[in-house]
């Protein structure tokens, strides 16, 4: 019935990292490029677009989900949090001093994501077996580490805590 | 100079890295994250036919929309991938035909990707398809249809045999023979591959950023592409997502952006989305290697036969043509740490239409020992054997070292039995048997796997390219602060941290007052980049050869200041002292001020400044690290699934800089074992379509697919300085095989002997259902 | 991957959900979006106006009704899959939510896009079918109810209408019935190669509803005894009915195996 649309931006407010944000976004944008392109918030990595990889994985509402399998206009309402939100003013969390201590990253692209799905994780069980650990993680590829640093970090940080 | 470090702080020591603050934060800028204002955005149009005439190109509805800046075909840009080596014959935009499924066509640039993929969907090819050439089986045939009308499918083709093989081999009382096959696979590193060319802001000189391994060996390709000036372009390589030998080859998409970006002088950047990845990254493996083998009834493996076909794809790779590379290191590194003495092994490389093959972390080296662990497995299996015993039987001797192989490598000394004696007791080999028995008689299938490798490493050339040194340079900054630059390409494996650990240890300074540059050609000497597990060896030389000069400057200074003989300065505590008198000494960071800032106090041979620039060459032309790696699985028969329950690890790659990065090293390359041996797989239709476009279907190994592995550590110095092999490829290497082997063994009851790797569930399902085992 | 261009609107109840669905066809709602949107960044879909219905109050409930358990279709998997009420009275249907992907999908991904957009290799709708649920779906002409076992017409192709929301499920609770749930996946996470649930009533009568191996829910009522060579011969038979995705002799292996696993849970099952 329509024809086709074209560019047409929607006003739309988004609360990230406890800040709000009003900016014109297209609604095809994607949550992850908004946070990139809009916001400036790189931390947020893209891997695949297609809700395999997890690299893109933030917070919103307290909650790990795909940043590319969200529109940023769908945003709008939720609590957002990207690794820049969980990241001290100074120093490292707890949790990213325990990842730097096992050795839990190499080339990083997949750390932020990593880091908000551990830190929902301990959110929701402070104390999660190894078994959980993994199970929790496994929608986050990493393609260095072969995860046992990455577990044995989070383990490290659950106990510490 | 003696080549070991007295009381090294670092060396040797479990550093944290300096690379983790920033990357933990986000802070990290990979090229992506590169946003310049006003900057540009390619789609490209990509071939949807394997092999086909262009007839025509219409690109004038794309041009009309709205936020689209140019639209570039082979006549606005018009480049050849070129080396003195080979001919290549690959238009960087196709032009008139043709050869694989993702070439490039067209190039799309505008305000963003979005409205570039608009544009590109707009763009309309006319295609004369062609019959698809996709069996190397087929292409091997003289007959066959010509990839590249004017030259035929046969790209490259050597034969190599030992003298008096075919005596040994017609002498020998057993023969067995097996078709070893990998199919194709890749890297997938998570950041996939990238580039943005721009006029610099300030200078207006071309800067161009590449998620690459090597910025020196990229910007001699793009010059010699592009006809440009070396001295008038800088590349930079940000912070690089993995790279595992993927991001190592000179790719078409790199001369389009610059070409985009000079063009228009604006900055232009590309980022391959990850269906491009799977099309277009280089492709990997996908040999199929016939072997014979014959040997005695004690299990002494006598000689072997290894006829070997390549896929090298569609063009061969610009420097570094992958199917020669997973080929030859196949074959020359075919006897792995066996006494084997005799050879006979021909290859053929030949195109087909499928995306170029080039550089994937191990470059033949799995393939190598995927075959070198099988012929093992044959020869045991025929003769009734335990494999392990067929291993000690052939294993190379420590009083071997040092050992010429039947195919002419020179061996320096290595572990080869310690590492497997150490490995089969870490997994518990001695009461594996009765377990497995146990389990068998419930209907589980436990099956143990091993693979012993023999690591080429830091050799004069690699996939990264041919320069047979690295450099290194440091600056000691007036505040006394260290700033070192190295020619290295990292990707993950903490070159900030290492060669800060070596450096800080020559200058008995703190790592943390030295920051490791890379990456920018402006202010990295001219290297190698990383590739070939060259960077500890070849990286490191470096490293302390500029921080022994460095040291040599500082004893001069610090030795005239304190009217002491050079000879009796050493560097402590971040100052130079009198060897053992610590009152008699002058901070670092004092030494620096004076050389900068209060030059009257110099000696007279000695000019103001703090700087040096060093290039090591090692002694040797390669070095070998090796370990064995056993690995532990359950076969599901009903389903088959197979889970990795236990991995051990025993490597050796001579003194270790950072322990904990060596494990890091191999617990990533075990992973990415684990999925070469069950889940990664590119498939391609007989049309010649890729089939595997996404991470849905190629699939890569998660936390719950890894197990928790156990690393133990030998050490064999090298001859090198500093005593460092490389060892980054080492294991997925040792992986694959120790897998597939592992399945052979849990199988074993219904006579399998695993010789195609991945292993699908649909493999074991076949070889299992309804067949009566014979229990042995 | 970029998706092409569409208009957006969010609404803020079912009546404006199902008003804009009737005045535009070519209108799709979505919710989680965890289906459709890898579908619209692969340009393999490309609706020109999207109609979220995320927001939409009152459609996560959760509610026991006599011996029907009432389900909101805006429930995430990872909700439906914790919930106390669930996990009481159909432990069964918050597993089979439990293995949908991975906890980043379940978390976004709900039941009404799960059971709407008919995936083959999907849990939820053969969970559905096997349970015996009724799908209530709202539209301007008022509210329809759909057997969930009359909604699943072939691949990626359901019951509905035009202009019709799904707006609610109803779950018979059948105390004397015993479920079992099977999946094989590469990976875990990953789309089922095949899965089974199995239906247990009194005197050996019983259903398989495989999902993964054909067009979309394969319900089969049989007779299941004690005797392991008698079941697999019974699960090849309602096989040979089955429209398969192929004719590999791999997936046939696999949907006997995991109907014999989900017959292995449900013996073992109180409930």
Known sequence: MSTTTTSQTMSISLRVNGEERTLPVEPRWSLADVLRRELGLTGTHIGCEQGVCGACTVLVDGTPQRSCLMFAVQAQGCELTTIEGVTPERGLSALQQAFSKEHALQCGFCTPAMVLTATALLAQNPHPSEAEVREALSGNICRCTGYQSIVEAVMSAAKEA | MSTVLSKPRFTGARVTRMEDDRLLKGQGKYLDDIAVPGMFEIAFVRSTRAAAKILSIDTSAAKALPGVVAVMTADDCDFLMKTDEYEIAQHVLARDEVRFVGELIVAVIAKDRYIAEDAAELVSVAYAAIPALMSMEVAVSPDSRRVHGHRANAFAHWDKKTEGYDEAFASAPHHAKARFVTHRQTGVAMETRGCAAMPDPASGRLTVYVSHQSPHQFRTDLITVMGLEENQVRVVVPEVGGAFGIKAMFYPEYVVVTHAARVLGRAVKWISDRVECLLSDCHARDNIHDIKAAFTADGHIIAVRDRVIGDTGAYPIMGFPGAVGEAGWATNMLTGPYKIPHVSITVDCVFSNKAPVGAYRGVGGPVGAQVQEGIVELVARQLGMDSVDVRRVNLIQNEDFPYTTATGNVYDPGSYVQSLEDALRLIGYESFRKEQAAARARGEYLGIGICGFVEPSAGVSSEAGSTPYEAATIRLEPSGKVTAAVGLGPSGQGHETTMAQLIADELGIEVADIVVLHGDTDSAPFGGGTGGSRSATIGGGAALKAARDMKGKLAHLAGHLLEAAQEDIELVGGQAQVAGVPSRGIAIAELARIAYTDVSKLPDDMQPGLEVVARYRPAQKVTYSNGTHIAKVAVDIETGLVKVLDYVAVNDCGVLINPMIVEGQIHGGVAQGIGSAFLEELRYDEDGQLLTTSLSDYLLPTATDVPPMRVEHIVTPSGNDGGFKGMGEGSLIAAPPALANAVTDALSSFGVLVTEIPVLPQHIVQWTQGKETVLS | ?271
């Open chain 3, 1 to 271: 991957m970029k998706p092409a261009a569409f208009a957006y609107r969010r609404a803020t109840s079912v009546a404006e959900a199902v008003a804009w669905l009737g005045e535009d066809p070519d209108a799709k709602v979505i919710a989680g979006g965890q289906s459709l949107i890898p579908l619209m960044n692969f340009r393999l879909s490309r609706p020109d106006s999207l109609i979220d219905i995320m927001h939409i109050e009152g459609l996560t409930d959760v509610q026991v009704r006599g011996d029907k358990l009432h389900l909101g279709t805006l429930l995430r998997h990872e909700a439906l899959s914790q919930h106390e009420t669930v996990l009481r009275t159909c432990p069964v249907l918050a597993e089979a939510a439990g293995n949908v992907g991975h906890w980043a999908i379940r978390n976004r991904g709900t039941l009404g896009g799960s059971l709407a957009h008919a995936d083959p290799a999907s849990e939820l709708p053969a969970a559905c079918v096997a349970l015996g649920a009724t799908f209530h779906l709202a539209s301007t002409q008022g509210t329809r109810h759909v057997a969930a076992r009359d909604f699943y017409l072939g691949f990626l192709t359901t019951a509905m209408e035009p202009g019709e929301l799904l707006v609610g499920v109803e779950v018979p609770l059948h105390s004397e019935v015993r479920y079992g749930f099977s999946e094989i996946a590469r990976r875990p996470g990953d789309f089922a190669l095949a899965g089974a649930f199995v239906e247990l009533s009194s005197q050996q009568q019983g259903a398989v509803t495989w999902f993964g191996i054909g067009g979309g829910p394969e319900r089969r009522p049989v007779v299941l005894t004690a005797d392991r060579a008698d079941r697999a011969r019974v699960w090849r038979e309602a096989l040979q009915s089955v429209e398969m995705l192929d004719e590999d002799a791999y997936r046939i292996q696999a949907a006997m195996t995991v109907a014999e696993r989900a017959y292995d849970q449900a013996v073992g099952r109180n409930c």
